[in-house]
T-cell receptor
Framework: QQQVKQSPQSLIVQKGGIPIINCAYE??????FPWYQQFPGKGPALLIA?????SEKKEGRFTISFNKSAKQFSLHIMDSQPGDSATYFC???????????????FGEGTQLTVNP | ETGVTQSPTHLIKTRGQQVTLRCSSQ?????VSWYQQALGQGPQFIFQ???????GRGNFPPRFSGLQFPNYSSELNVNALELDDSALYLC?????????????FGPGTRLTVT
């Protein structure tokens, strides 16, 4: 019940294209869904996050779409650029109990390549 | 940059040795979480510290232990190193242990066990 499934594993688009990365979760107790961007040799950087009371959130060129009934959420990158080439991770967490904390459960990652 | 710092950047150890990794949290954050990221995989939760006490643990054996100090910085200790412990170790700081909130990651420590 703690898994987050992410697809595709890799994605190649042309500059200006709109890559879409999808995630599905099982645990209905999850109520916070962030996306992270990671460059080689670096730590994950928080891009954007959503809570299940909204269906869409935009920040700059990044948009999260959220479907609570389907237990799915996705990241869209508008007007993608070669500098967006990185690995993207979705994650989920739930309210922490006294002894469990608010841990992040990550998807397996999507390696995005944006060609010039 | 997140303001979360980690040291050292890289480390090479021999199987059976012990290692200590360090993390300084972002200003204003009182919670530190540690994650292990194997090559090509997503980060896996090790444990979380809040006000100097462990506050949740993932599926890692007791040879993984930690500390948090009054200034909210933290250490991860791994005893009896195994080859499979080779990974990028990430710490993340956040503002509140209880409510899901933004976790900001440091650059990580790359540990290689030979």
């Amino acid at each position: 019940q703690q898994q987050v499934k992410q697809s595709p594993q890799s994605l190649i688009v042309q500059k200006g294209g709109i890559p879409i990365i999808n995630c599905a979760y099982e645990n209905t107790a999850f109520d916070y869904f962030p996306w992270y961007q990671q460059f080689p040799g670096k730590g994950p950087a928080l891009l954007i996050a959503i809570r299940p009371d909204v269906s869409e959130k935009k920040e700059g060129r990044f948009t999260i779409s959220f479907n609570k009934s389907a237990k799915q959420f996705s990241l869209h990158i508008m007007d993608s650029q070669p500098g967006d080439s990185a690995t993207y991770f979705c994650a989920a967490s739930r309210p922490g109990a006294e002894t469990s904390g608010s841990r992040l459960t990550f998807g397996e990652g999507t390696q995005l390549t944006v060609n010039p | 940059e997140t303001g979360v710092t980690q040291s050292p950047t890289h480390l090479i150890k021999t199987r059976g040795q012990q290692v200590t990794l360090r993390c300084s949290s972002q200003s204003g954050h009182n919670t530190v979480s540690w994650y292990q990221q194997a090559l090509g995989q997503g980060p896996q939760f090790i444990f979380q510290y809040y006000r100097e006490e462990e506050n949740g643990r993932g599926n890692f054996p007791p040879r993984f232990s930690g500390l948090q100090f009054p200034n909210y910085s933290s250490e991860l200790n791994v005893n009896a190193l195994e080859l499979d412990d080779s990974a990028l170790y990430l710490c993340a700081s956040s503002r509140d242990r209880g409510l899901p909130s933004a976790q900001y990651f440091g650059p990580g420590t790359r540990l290689t066990v030979t």
